[in-house]
């Protein structure tokens, strides 16, 4: 079982930058998935999760109406768009996945985590 992030890199404030997460090993339709953040010196912490046929969603108060989860359970890929990006947002963004169709907020109820893809945002 594997989660693969990607698309992080180095933007601008303000910028948009859309990360990727493709699992493989098994199928995650049935789970739920979230993307965390870990900015250097600083706990994870929760970004967004999504339900697993994508109709519910939750986001962290700082990212609410500034990002966006999504995900292709035909590609067994998650998205996360991050729009007007700022420093704050800089980190290691991981991906995870539950084995629960609804939608986490907790560290402790991924059961998969991804390796990490790191955003930096210059202001």
């Known amino acids: 079982v594997q989660l693969q992030a990607s698309g992080g890199g180095l933007v601008q404030a303000g910028d948009s930058l859309t990360l990727s997460c493709a699992a493989s090993g098994r199928t995650f339709s049935g789970d739920a998935m979230g993307w965390f953040r870990q900015a250097p010196g600083k706990e994870r912490e929760f970004v967004a999760a999504?339900?697993?046929?994508?109709?519910?969603?939750y986001y962290a108060d700082s990212v609410e109406g500034q990002f966006t989860i999504s995900r292709d359970n035909a590609k067994n890929t998650v998205y996360l768009q991050m729009n007007s990006l700022k420093p704050e947002d800089a980190a290691v963004y991981f991906c995870a996945a539950a084995r629960t169709t609804h939608p986490m907020r907790a560290r402790s109820r991924a059961d998969y985590w991804g390796q990490g893809t790191e955003v930096t945002v210059s202001s």
């Open positions: 999504i339900s697993s046929n994508g109709d519910l969603t």
